[in-house]
């Protein structure tokens, strides 16, 4: 029998972005042996909330729940991540390297931003801004966090704020609600100002060739599996036991699982590492069709919020989940994907915007009562789509209120109903039984889409490598990184940079918080968009 030490194990609870970066992390700067890590995920699939599935067929579609928004000047660890990974048509080109390329060739350049009643194409140039507006925005940007607090963006601002064009187009390329949080909103100004001189365009997007689970999480997960690392579906970790010593060092000591429904449970040695990922914003997403719509589920059946939920309560400062999970109303919001065997849409659709093919621009139907706005994707957007068919994104903000065709919330609209909306508003309804002939409409509603823009205090958040944690970390959207902003992929890999790097005492710097307003070209670029 030998006496050689055990080789340490890596445990990542979670199948998204954030496990698979640490995954990589791990590897690639760490030198960890790709056969000692495991990645445990309850779902059939990785990826978590960077999803695209389905097919082309008459009976189904294709399905997007989410598009994030990638951006060069702030994505910084997402960048350093994908350099290394290979795409899975030339190992010898980077994800980085396609990306960059794409879109060199297909630049994103909105010429209908926004969209008027009776499908008019408004000057999204003009801001709409006034005095009052730009102090009130100043002062946001001066306070410090504490000074803030879990107040409110309502709280900040006037109602003239609310009705400007700048503020449409925000909060629809962000997802912002009037009641999210106010230091959400600072660090998202603070990390992205570089695009308000260019917002009305939307030309400093990043978009992926493909959706990015065939971009990004499929050549990532295909790096992974061939160094080695075993992904374990059907898993749910449900409890973890912690132990802490005499001098406050912390340690994972257990982790509770469920296998296809069965209770094992896994003890970890004292050189094994945890990865936890906490919260899930796409949790019990509920998918509708053309006849039916979408469940809207409110019970937490998802194994990301029950986790956070069950360690919550054994240390102080483990977060608080029901911070973020405990309004449904003021988190959801629903989107839609629709998969066309005619180009007759959207032929008509670049008639209206003037907008290039291919170019992913977003349009915000500014007078829409569910703030509705869809973004056409370059062709083919899926893995395997036919030159032939089509497809289109949309989502809502408003799901509760009264549709301006349909007269019936979007929370309890049809997939062939969203449809109907979604052509008056574009003053097509003329061409409705044409397009429904050849159209698949799948809607998504997902309850906690936003709950990680919720109003907050500090130590709602739990921070990635907790103090005195010596064998693990915590990993997703609902960790707290100083300055850095939720709702990213961008937020989800740093964080996975910071555990990895900390966890196991690498002397790597890490790429820095890109700070908008810290070059003076940009800072000036703003004052000119400001005050034009």
């Not at 349909?406 to 309804?429: D, F, Q, V």
Request: hydrophobic share 40%; with cysteine; charged share 25%.
């Amino acid at each position: 029998m030998s006496d050689a030490p055990r080789q340490p194990r890596a445990h990542l609870v979670g199948g998204g972005i954030a496990s698979l970066a640490a995954a990589a992390f791990l590897i690639r700067d760490g030198h960890f042996p790709g056969e000692h890590i495991r990645v445990l995920e309850e779902l059939p699939v990785a990826g978590g909330s960077m999803d695209g599935r389905g097919g082309p067929v008459e009976s189904a579609g294709y399905v997007t729940r989410g598009g994030r928004m990638l951006e060069e000047e702030a994505y910084t660890c997402l960048w350093n991540l994908l350099e290394t990974i290979p795409t899975l048509t030339d190992e010898k080109v980077s994800v980085r390297e396609e990306i960059r390329e794409f879109n060199a060739k297909w630049p994103t350049s909105a010429k209908a931003r926004l969209i008027g009643r009776g499908a008019t194409v408004l000057d999204a140039s003009d801001y709409g801004l006034d005095l009052r507006d730009r102090m009130e925005l100043v002062r946001l940007l001066v306070l410090p966090e504490t000074a803030i607090g879990a107040r409110r963006i309502e709280d900040f601002f006037s109602p003239h704020f609310f009705a400007t064009n700048f503020w449409t187009m925000w909060r629809t390329t962000f997802a912002f609600q009037n009641w999210h949080s106010a230091v959400e909103l600072r660090r998202y100004l603070l990390r992205f100002m570089q695009e308000f001189p260019r917002m009305h365009t939307l030309s400093g997007v990043r978009r992926t060739r493909l959706n990015q689970y065939d971009s990004v999480i499929r050549p990532l997960r295909a790096w992974l599996e061939d160094r080695g690392v075993r992904f374990e579906h059907g898993v749910r970790v449900t409890d973890v036991d912690f132990e802490t010593d005499r001098d406050g060092t912390r340690r994972v000591r257990r982790l509770h699982l469920e296998r296809d429904g069965r209770p094992e449970t896994c003890v970890l040695a004292a050189t094994d590492l945890a990865f936890l990922t906490l919260g899930s914003m796409t949790a019990d997403a509920a998918y509708g069709s053309d006849d039916t719509a979408p469940e809207l589920i409110r019970d937490r059946r998802d194994g990301g919020w029950r986790l956070w939920e069950a360690i919550a309560g054994k240390a102080g400062d483990f977060g608080r989940p029901a911070a973020f999970h405990g309004n449904v109303d003021e988190a959801k919001w629903e989107s839609f994907t629709l998969t066309m065997r005619s180009p007759l849409l959207l032929h008509r659709i670049e008639e209206l915007s003037g907008n290039l093919p291919g170019t992913g621009a977003l349009m915000t139907f500014k007078d829409s009562a569910w703030l509705m706005s869809v973004v056409v994707p370059h062709a083919p957007h899926f893995e395997g789509q036919p030159e032939d068919v089509y497809t289109l994104w949309g989502y809502g903000l408003f799901v509760d209120a009264d549709g301006d065709f349909t007269r019936k919330p979007m929370a309890r609209a049809t997939g062939r109903e969203i449809l109907t909306e979604l052509l008056g508003h574009l003053g097509m309804s003329g061409i409705e039984e044409q397009v429904a002939a050849t159209t698949t409409v799948i809607p998504v509603m997902m309850p906690y889409i936003t709950s990680q823009f919720a109003p907050r205090t500090a130590h709602d958040r739990p921070l990635v490598l907790p103090r005195g944690a010596a064998n693990f970390a915590f990993l997703g959207q609902f960790t707290e990184i100083p300055e850095d902003v939720v709702f990213t992929v961008e937020y989800s890999v740093r964080g996975a940079m910071h555990a990895v790097y900390g966890l196991l005492g690498l002397d790597l710097e890490i790429p820095g918080i890109h700070h908008a307003l810290a070059d003076p070209r940009t800072a000036f670029d703003v004052l000119g968009a400001a005050l034009a």
